[in-house]
Structure formats: C-alpha cells, structure tokens
C-alpha cells in the first residue's frame, strides 16, 4: 500500500516538473531561427508565465513537502543497491557531469574546427555556470535546513543567512537540479538552432533526465520537493536566456574570446594566439 502511494505521488511530482520543462521547451521550439536572431527582446511574457509558474507550484508544495519527504523516507529503508545506484549516478550526472560533457564539448569544437559544436559546448557550460550562481546566493540568503536535518518533520526551517556557515542549511533551492535544467534547456535551444528537426527527440531526453536528477537529490533525503521545483524553474530560465541572449548579442566579450579564438603553429615549433572577428 505505502509503495503504491509512494509511486503515485512521484508520478504527480514528475508530470508537474515535466509539464512546466514542456511548456519551456515548446516555448523555444514555436520561435524559428531568424526570428530570434532578429528579435530584440531578451525576456518575454512567456518567460514571465514560466517564472509565476514554477514559483506557484514551489508555493504549492510547501504544505506537502512534509508528508512527501517522509514517504520518500519510509520507502528508502526497503530500497535496494540498485536503487542507491541509480541515484548516485544521476546526482553524478549533473555535477561534475554537465560541466564535464559541456566543456568536452566545447573543446572538442575547438581542436576539431567544428564552432557548431565549440558553441553548444560553451552555451551549455554558461547557462549552468548561471543558474548554479543564482541559486548559490539563495541557498546562502535563505538558509533553509535539508530533510535530513530534522527527520524530515521541519519543512519550515528557515535561518536568514544561515547557508553561508553550514551546508545543512543550504537546501532551498537545489543546486543539482537547476544546473541539470539549466544544462537541458540551453543544449536543446542550441540542437534547436543547428539540427531543428531533432528538437523534440532532445527536449525529451534531457528534460527527462533532469528531472529523474531532481528526484534522485530527494531520494537522498538532501531536498524538499519545492526545493527541486524550484531549481528546475531557475535552471529552465537560465538556460533558455543564456543560448538567447549569446545569439541575440553574438559580439558580447566572453563569446568573442571563447569562440573567436584559437591557436595556430608559429612555424618555429611554437603557437600563435589568434582572434577573428566577422567585418561588415
């Protein structure tokens, strides 16, 4: 009976993460290329409905994130190795993994002349460098305790600047999970941009992934699910203005240096630094 109750509350929280991860993804997918290259609006309404989204549900949660830690708690004293495994692995995923893929991503673009690639790389390592940024200071300000803390019986710790010194108090929101969202949303704007008609096969795999990575940090006891929900929001919308604002601003000082740049043989055993620009 508790494994069935388990299963459907995790089912909820899924499609609740999924549907708004969706909406964020459709919501880049109706915009083509040269529109958004031609457009000079950086945030839109759609980002503004995305944002009281994700902040209602985490609002939503809250009640809840109580009893839905403390079944997550109960089931895990049955749980097997396997499924140890499964979250260790996509806790692993997210950190170091994204920034790993994205900056082997990146110079794999740049040692094998490919910038296509050289630029998803790039994109998808900002995007989670500013989500992981954003949250860092909330998780300080907020100071909220992890499940662990309290046995999962006080959702409502909250200590002002209480983050900074302890990182018990660094639960809310979670980091993994912003940086995995971050990370899906910026690669699938960019496989949106450079192979369009792979969009969806994409989005699905690297939103769903994201999501089981903000599972996985509650299956550890280490997030309330409004923590995971949260993350996911900040995550999604970094991402998304990261990989818009890049193309929307292709001349702005940490692309021309990262993706302007390359080494080349000086002819005496030695290498030159080289910077290349695009003239009107």
């Known amino acids: 009976m508790m494994r069935a109750r388990l299963t459907r509350s995790i089912g909820r929280f899924l499609i609740v993460v ?44 809250f009640p809840v994130d109580k009893s839905f830690a403390q ?5 895990n004293s049955f ?12 806790d692993y995923l997210a950190l170091p993994g994204v920034f790993v893929l994205g900056v082997g991503s990146y110079a794999y673009g740049r040692f094998a002349k490919h910038p296509d690639m050289a630029d ?26 992890r499940p662990y803390v309290s046995a999962d019986t006080n959702p409502r710790d909250f200590k002002f600047g209480g983050g900074l010194t302890s990182d018990t108090r660094q639960s809310f929101p979670s980091g993994h ?33 994201a999501t089981v990575v903000g599972l996985a940090r509650m299956y550890q006891n280490q997030h309330w699910a409004s923590d995971v929900v949260l993350g996911a929001g900040i995550g999604t ?18 692309d ?5 740049t390359s080494v080349v043989p000086d002819g005496r055993g030695g ?10």
Not at 19 to 36: N, R
Not at 79 to 90: C, I, L, N, V
Not at 120 to 145: D, N, P, Q
Not at 180 to 208: D, I, K, M, N, Q
Request: aromatic share 10%; net charge positive.
């Open 18 to 61: 999924c549907g708004w991860s969706a909406t964020a993804l459709q919501a880049q997918t109706m915009v083509p290329a040269d529109t958004v290259k031609n457009s000079q609006t950086l945030f839109t309404l759609t980002d503004a409905a995305l944002a009281v989204g994700f902040t209602g549900v985490t609002i939503a949660l």
């Open 237 to 254: 919308l970094a991402g998304l203005k990261t990989v818009r604002y890049a193309h929307l601003h292709p001349d702005n000082w940490l």
């Open 79 to 90: 749980a097997s190795k396997s499924t140890d495994t499964w979250a260790t692995g996509f």
């Open 120 to 145: 998803f790389g790039w994109h998808t390592t900002e995007a989670a460098f500013l989500g992981a940024s954003i949250t860092e200071v909330l998780k300080v300000a907020v100071g909220r305790s």
């Open 177 to 209: 999970t912003t940086i995995a969202f971050a990370a899906a949303a910026a690669a699938t704007s960019e496989v949106h941009r450079l192979w369009p008609r792979y969009t969806w096969a994409a989005g699905t795999l690297l939103y769903g992934s």
């Open 256 to 260: 021309r240096v990262l993706l302007n």
């Open 271 to 280: 290498g030159l630094l080289m910077w290349s620009a695009v003239l009107p």
């Open 71 to 75: 079944r997550l708690h109960n089931q």
